[in-house]
């Protein structure tokens, strides 16, 4: 069974650094492709960003590019994100996806069959 266990989140002041790490077993790691998402209260599950399985090709929603980092180390079967220059409009709960290989919509939750439990961060202002 395909787990993932997100870890890192917490409170940060606006302009900080945070790296947030998603843990994943029960599976060949460095055979899925991993996204991160965000949720805000009340609003929807908006994606955040992604890397390949193969290759480690990356993709960024505009409102973290140039902020955030995505990478992947397959010898500790984990995957970052690391947050740079916190604004407030950050804060929401961070939720890390797998999915085997090739993925329809790499911005769309629907397409990963495995997510995480999430982690909370907050940017004070």
């Known amino acids: 069974q395909v787990q993932l266990v997100e870890s890192g989140g917490g409170l940060v002041q606006s302009g900080g650094s945070l790296r947030l790490s998603c843990a994943v077993s029960g599976c060949t790691f460095s055979e899925y492709s991993m996204g991160w998402f965000r949720q805000a209260p009340g609003k929807d599950r908006d994606f955040v960003a992604f890397i390949y399985w193969s290759g480690g090709r990356t993709y960024y929603a505009d409102s973290v590019k140039g902020r955030f980092t995505i990478s992947r180390d397959n010898a500790k079967n984990t995957v970052y994100l690391q947050m740079n220059s916190v604004k407030p409009e950050d804060t929401a709960v961070y939720y890390c996806?797998?999915?085997?290989?090739?993925?329809?919509?790499?911005?769309?939750?629907?397409?990963?069959?495995?997510r995480g439990q999430g982690t909370q961060v907050t940017v004070s202002s």
């Open positions: 996806a797998a999915e085997y290989r090739n993925i329809r919509r790499v911005d769309a939750i629907d397409s990963y069959d495995y």
